[in-house]
């Protein structure tokens, strides 16, 4: 079993930065990829971005310009940092991780979810 652990949200001003971090603990082979999504309310969840255990990352294309994922492999952690926020930003955001357990088998996990606000 994987835990994924979520932080950095919270209220931030339009044009401002966050950045999130999400942590994998557990017991498991290795990290395939991590990524980030979100859903906004009333809307459907939507890819942020992703990135491999190699360093490969791959954005939605409304993402690209304005959004930084990252991994510490050593740390299982990955990062998404978020520049000039607007207010349709605001969403809860989810970690994914695609992991391999101990018989190479692949498991997919989903964070708790740490909500972004961008509000005056």
């Known amino acids: 079993q994987v835990q994924l652990v979520e932080s950095g949200g919270g209220l931030v001003q339009p044009g401002g930065s966050l950045r999130l971090s999400c942590a994998a603990s557990?017991?498991?082979?290795?990290?395939?990829?991590m990524g980030w999504y979100r859903q906004a309310p009333g809307k459907q969840r939507e890819l942020v971005a992703v990135v491999t255990d190699g360093g490969s990352t791959n954005y939605a294309d409304s993402m690209k310009d304005r959004f930084t994922i990252s991994m510490n492999n050593a740390k299982n952690t990955v990062y998404l940092q978020i520049d000039s926020l607007k207010p349709e930003d605001t969403a809860v955001y989810y970690c994914?991780?695609?992991?391999?357990?101990?018989?190479?088998?692949?498991?997919?996990?989903w964070g708790q979810g740490t909500q972004v606000t961008v509000s005056s």
């Open positions: 557990g017991v498991f082979f290795s990290i395939n990829t």
């Open positions: 994914n991780a695609e992991v391999y357990g101990l018989g190479f088998e692949l498991y997919d996990y």
